[in-house]
């Protein structure tokens, strides 16, 4: 039999074993319920001849969103987080409020406009296996938060964010 058939490592990917981490929202990295690793697109040109239309390599690429949903703590740290970092690059009170979201990120690793992000797929032993960096993300959208009385059980609020990212990497992480 042919051993260059049979795969290396058997084991399924588990979605249950992840710790997604962004540096700008440290108080919501814990609480991180979801995260996706998203799909890619290219729509790729298409070259005339005589004969028939025929589509060419694409020198575009197209990254969906990333989105995370999470548990909002009690104090809403990390709901306000997102929240001021959306107004802050979308829509300050002043100039000088996104300028100075700007300049903040020339001086500390997590901080200004954009922030980088890690999501780590553990493997079958909970050890890290796959690192998914993503460069120059920002959040575009929050969901709302809905209260409610109606319930007779308590449900914890998660709030889902949508960020844009300018790309991705997806990389084995050395084992130790």
């Known amino acids: ?7 290396i490592n058997k084991n399924f990917l588990s979605q249950l074993e992840f710790k997604f981490i962004i540096n700008k929202l440290p108080n919501c990295n814990f609480f991180v319920q979801e995260a996706n690793i998203p799909g890619l697109s290219a729509s790729p040109p298409l070259m005339g001849s005589p004969f028939v239309t025929m589509p060419i390599a694409s020198d575009r690429m197209t990254y969906n969103d990333l989105r995370i949903t999470f548990k909002v703590d009690e104090d809403m740290q990390n709901y306000t987080e997102i929240v001021d970092w959306l107004i802050g690059i979308n829509f300050p009170t002043s100039g ?3 300028r100075a979201l700007r300049n903040e990120g020339r001086k500390q690793q997590g901080a200004g406009v954009y922030s980088d992000a890690s999501l780590f797929i553990m493997n079958s032993h909970m050890n890290k ?9 920002f959040p575009i959208d929050i969901e709302d938060l809905n209260f409610t009385t109606r319930s007779d059980m308590v449900d914890w609020l998660e709030a889902t964010v949508t960020f844009k990212y300018l790309h991705h990497t997806i990389k084995r992480v050395a084992s130790s």
Request: glycine share 0%.
């Open 1 to 7: 039999m042919n051993n260059l058939l049979q795969p």
């Open 129 to 137: 296996n796959i690192e998914v960096q993503f460069k120059d993300c």
């Open 96 to 98: 000088e409020e996104h």
